[in-house]
Nanobody
Framework: EVQLQASGGGLVQAGGSLRLSCRTS????????IAWFRQAPGKEREGVSC????????DYAPSVKGRFTTSSDATLNTVYLQMNSLKSEDTAVYYC??????????????????WGQGTLVTVSS
């Protein structure tokens, strides 16, 4: 059974940091790209970051580039999203998702086969 478990969300002040984790199981970790999406209240879901586990390629939304970093630990089948310099507009439910192709990127959500349950990040100003 494929599972993605997102964790690490919480309440943080603007300017602070959080690290989200996406623990995966049930598929070959190296064969997938793992992305983070987020959905703020009243807004559509948007792509935040994407990581090709096999070769380390990354992609970021312009709104988070330079503040967020995605990485992986293959020994734990886990992908991380380090979020620094958080802003109130980063408040959202964050989801991790897995796709067999890194080129799906941040736009083609339909390409993501597996999704985690989401973790809430609240940034207070």
């Amino acid at each position: 059974e494929v599972q993605l478990q997102a964790s690490g969300g919480g309440l943080v002040q603007a300017g602070g940091s959080l690290r989200l984790s996406c623990r995966t199981s049930g598929f070959t970790f190296d064969d997938f790209a793992i992305a983070w999406f987020r959905q703020a209240p009243g807004k559509e879901r948007e792509g935040v970051s994407c990581l090709s586990v096999r070769d380390g390629r990354t992609d970021y939304a312009p709104s988070v580039k330079g503040r967020f970093t995605t990485s992986s630990d293959a020994t734990l089948n886990t992908v991380y999203l380090q979020m620094n310099s958080l802003k109130s507009e980063d408040t959202a439910v964050y989801y991790c998702a897995a796709a067999p192709n890194f080129d799906y990127g941040l736009e083609y959500e339909d390409g993501y086969d597996y999704w985690g349950q989401g973790t809430l990040v609240t940034v207070s100003s």
